[in-house]
């Protein structure tokens, strides 16, 4: 599982550093694309911990540790206030039932909108809110099928909430909290229906910092 885990991470992390890395180029062929600005790109990595339930009637709860990578381009002037972004996380969790463990790897984009912001700063408080839709690879556990028994499903995954950055640095905010409610569609022999709440926490870094206008 460590391993998985571990592979999981490290393909979250590349993912995010090549979209991001690929939004700031043009393409070539003498077509000219301009490029994003560097300051409406923010990169968040976070600790992610996950109140989940094996169904919704079950009244037994447990919690998945994990992390997550996230991403947002703010598309200015051309839409105020919002942005697109995406989060890739990846959590675990070991005897959720004797012997059962259960690792969970997800991959979401949607759109992000600032509710509130310090603007008489170039940088400053950042209050969010945001819907992602993805998928999510569940595995390392037991799923009920037709015939028999698996060790990983898949399904659409749905998450809402929001966030609240503070900046530390010139460069670098505080995620104080990302609160999220985490809906997914596993099979779990009931009504296959997950509805959790993932809270996360961590640091934020702007590519780019806008000059201050006089």
């Known amino acids: 599982m460590k391993n998985t885990l571990r592979f999981s991470a490290m393909l979250a992390i590349l993912f995010g550093l090549g979209a991001l890395s690929s939004a700031g180029q043009a393409t070539g ?31 037994s709860a447990f919690g ?13 002037p051309r839409a105020k206030n919002i942005g697109v972004a995406f989060d890739i996380s990846g959590e675990a969790a070991s005897d959720i039932k004797p012997g059962v463990n259960l690792s969970q790897f997800t991959m ?3 759109p992000r909108y600032t509710l509130w912001k310090d603007k008489s700063k170039s940088r400053g408080a950042n209050l969010f809110s945001e819907v992602l839709i993805g998928y999510v690879h569940a595995f390392n556990s037991v799923f009920p099928a037709p015939t028999a028994a698996v060790a990983s499903a898949n399904s659409f995954s749905l998450q809402a909430g929001g966030g609240y950055n503070y900046p530390i640095t010139k460069s670098i905010d505080l995620r104080v909290i990302d609160a999220n409610y985490f809906l997914t569609k596993l099979p779990n022999a009931s009504n296959d229906f997950q509805g959790d709440l993932r809270l996360s926490a961590g640091v934020v870094y702007r590519l780019g910092v806008p000059k201050q206008t006089p």
């Open 64 to 76: 998945l540790k994990g992390a997550s990578i996230d991403g947002v381009y703010w598309l200015g």
């Open 29 to 59: 062929g003498g077509v000219s694309v301009k490029a994003p600005k560097a300051e409406n790109i923010e990169l968040g990595l976070t600790y992610t911990y996950k109140v989940a339930k094996i169904s919704k009637m079950s009244g």
């Open 108 to 110: 979401a984009v949607g």
